[in-house]
């Protein structure tokens, strides 16, 4: 079984989606992860970051690897690098290209065909799975995103960290749409055990016991 995980940056999307495949014992599939490392990348080469296929040339010939944890591109381990601020700041950029999408969407559908997966997001239960079993859209208020950012990323003043996730926000927003048949969960007060029940309890729903 799939379960797709989408919604804005800061609305839990990782932290629940380890929970959940680490309770499940299913495969966890980071998609922002690949993005962020393609991102990563063409800055470390000096791809334009306006040229899709460019950059789906750089996706190709250098696909992004999970071992664990720890995701590598090109030799490079980019577990901690494909999180700073800087990737922050221009992955959006990189993600909006439709050709980008596509060679992504492809990678990401051959990841998650393996076998039961988590699969994290912006668009998995709408394009990447749309016929996973179970669709979960994690949304919070902007205020709680921010202060989980700033928790993230001590490094970065609290107002650039702000405006950062509202500007990916507007640039994310063609990605970023709840499937219609997914449940929308408002994590803003709920602890992260309580998000994971909940999904945890979709998925056996779907999956009786003995079924
Ligand atoms: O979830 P994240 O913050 O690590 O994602 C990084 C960026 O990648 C995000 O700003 C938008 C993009 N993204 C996307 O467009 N589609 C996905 N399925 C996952 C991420």
Do not use: N
Not at 205 to 210: E, N, Q
């Amino acid at each position: 079984m799939i379960v797709a995980i989408d919604g804005p940056a800061g609305a839990g999307k990782s932290t629940v989606a380890r929970r959940v495949a680490g309770e499940l014992d299913f495969r966890y599939v980071d998609t922002g992860a690949m993005y962020r490392a393609l991102a990563w990348l063409a800055l470390e080469q000096d791809v334009e970051l306006d040229d899709g296929r460019a950059l789906v040339a750089l996706g190709r010939a250098h696909p992004v690897r999970f071992s664990g944890s720890a995701v590598y591109v090109a030799g490079h381990d980019v577990t901690v690098g494909i999180r700073e601020a800087r990737i922050d700041r221009v992955v959006s950029a990189v993600a909006r290209h439709p050709e980008v999408r596509a060679h992504m969407r492809d990678r990401q559908r051959e990841l998650a065909a393996t076998g039961d997966a988590v699969v994290e997001g912006r668009d998995i239960g709408t394009v990447v799975c749309p016929g996973a079993g179970v669709k979960v859209y994690l949304v919070a208020d902007e205020t709680e995103r921010a202060r989980r950012r700033s928790a993230e990323r001590p490094e970065v003043a609290d107002e650039a960290l702000a405006t950062d996730l509202r500007s990916r926000d507007e640039r994310d927003a063609a990605q970023m749409r709840p499937a219609d048949d997914a449940a929308v969960i408002d994590t803003t007060r709920l602890p992260v055990d309580a998000v994971a029940a909940r999904i945890i309890a979709m998925v056996e729903a779907k999956s009786p016991v003995g079924a």
